[in-house]
């Protein structure tokens, strides 16, 4: 595979199937994992994570579960790559800086993907369309148990594996879920559940995970500690308070409608037909539009369009797909021009 077999093609986390795929854009597990008697990569000297990458590369490579996967150095990725990946969840943005010795691994599907050498020397991610926490963790866990009879991970008998940051040592796995959740932003309500949420010791990122605000009504909630739980308590956990939000947006929803239905249509078909007849359009402005079409074609008050099309178009218009798509780096006001062709051109405009 090459990186740019990507560009025309789409993960299988926004294909919008699934369980509550009206609210639960994706859910994902990661675990992370480090080396036995290698220092963690925010200790170890460029050789030594040249030589860990080289470990794990080969240990992948001779993998069934990855087979026909892509493999890249970060070093190697210009700056418009790497953002690439960044807007495609596939690595963050902590893995783009200091690429030296720092590889990623991403399976065709996009359902799989391994960040080598970021704050652990590995980070593996599962990554699936819909509310399925335990199909996602069952994926995980037999990924695990596969490099494991290769690699012989860190791991204390009386601590659980063993990570470079404390609070992900035990099981290390962080599980999260992706929510489009307009209903409670319009209502005002999302402050209250976004509080709650961090009561509860889970946290609330935006669409890019850690350090990202929320963009387009979109929220990721994960548990925020391992340490001492199981990985079914985690999945259970966070089971429990998705079930809870997801309730809580489909009230906000039905109220939004009982209440006043033509403001809602309104203000939905305002954003479609801006989408479709916009020549010129920034991405904050088209996330939001999308948004709204998005809640629209849940409701059935869009009726033409479907929900994969506008979880698509939240990905293509990101800067640095746009570029990829035209073969050449674009200014800030030429992106702006290409995105509103290519929403016309998605949408029928």
């Given at each position: 595979m090459e990186l740019n077999d990507f560009i025309h093609s789409t993960g299988q986390w926004l294909m919008g199937t699934g369980a509550n795929a009206n609210i639960v854009m994706s859910?994902?597990?990661?675990?992370?994992?480090?080396?036995?008697?290698?220092?963690?990569?925010?200790?170890?000297?460029?050789?030594?994570?040249?030589?860990?990458?080289?470990?794990?590369?080969?240990?992948?490579?001779?993998?069934?579960?990855f087979k026909n996967s892509l493999f890249v150095k970060i070093s190697e990725l210009d700056n418009v790559d790497k953002q690439f990946l960044i807007e495609?969840?596939?690595?963050?943005?902590?893995?783009?800086?200091?690429?030296?010795?720092?590889?990623?691994?991403v399976s065709k599907e996009e359902i799989l993907s391994v960040m080598i050498n970021?704050?652990?020397?590995?980070?593996?991610?599962?990554?699936?369309?819909?509310?399925?926490l335990d199909e996602t963790w069952k994926i995980a866990d037999t990924i695990d148990d596969s490099l494991a009879q290769k690699l012989d991970f860190?791991?204390?008998?009386?601590?659980?594996?063993?990570?470079?940051?404390?609070?992900?040592?035990?099981?290390?796995?962080?599980?999260?879920?992706?929510?489009?959740?307009?209903?409670?932003?319009?209502?005002?309500?999302?402050?209250?559940?976004?509080?709650?949420i961090s009561k509860l010791n889970f946290a609330s990122r935006g669409f890019y995970g850690e350090g990202t605000q929320a963009s387009g009504n979109f929220y990721q909630i994960s548990?925020?500690?391992?340490?001492?739980?199981?990985?079914?308590?985690?999945?259970?956990?966070?089971?429990?308070?998705?079930?809870?939000?997801?309730?809580?947006?489909?009230?906000?929803?039905?109220?939004?409608?009982?209440?006043?239905?033509p403001v809602l249509?309104?203000?939905?078909?305002?954003?479609?037909?801006?989408?479709?007849?916009?020549?010129?359009?920034?991405?904050?402005?088209?996330?939001?539009?999308l948004s709204m079409v998005r809640v629209g074609i849940d409701l059935n008050i869009i009726k033409n369009v479907d929900r994969h099309a506008i979880n698509e178009l939240f990905l293509m218009i990101q800067p640095a797909h746009l570029q990829k798509l035209d073969g050449k780096k674009l200014s800030s006001a030429e992106r702006d021009t290409k995105r509103a062709s290519l929403i016309r051109e998605k949408l029928g405009g």
């Open positions: 859910s994902r597990i990661r675990l992370a994992r480090n080396l036995a008697k290698k220092p963690f990569p925010n200790k170890a000297r460029k050789k030594d994570l040249v030589d860990i990458m080289g470990m794990i590369q080969d240990t992948i490579a001779q993998n069934d579960y495609r969840h596939l690595m963050s943005h902590e893995h783009a800086a200091n690429p030296d010795g720092k590889g990623l691994v970021e704050e652990d020397h590995m980070r593996i991610q599962v990554l699936k369309s819909g509310f399925d860190a791991y204390s008998s009386g601590w659980g594996y063993l990570t470079a940051c404390p609070t992900n040592t035990g099981t290390a796995m962080r599980g999260s879920v992706m929510l489009h959740l307009p209903a409670l932003v319009m209502t005002k309500q999302i402050s209250k559940v976004l509080n709650a548990n925020q500690v391992s340490m001492g739980h199981s990985e079914q308590d985690v999945i259970q956990n966070i089971h429990g308070l998705i079930c809870q939000v997801i309730e809580q947006e489909e009230q906000a929803r039905q109220a939004l409608i009982l209440q006043n239905r249509e309104d203000k939905i078909f305002r954003s479609y037909g801006v989408l479709k007849n916009a020549h010129i359009i920034s991405s904050q402005e088209t996330v939001e539009l």
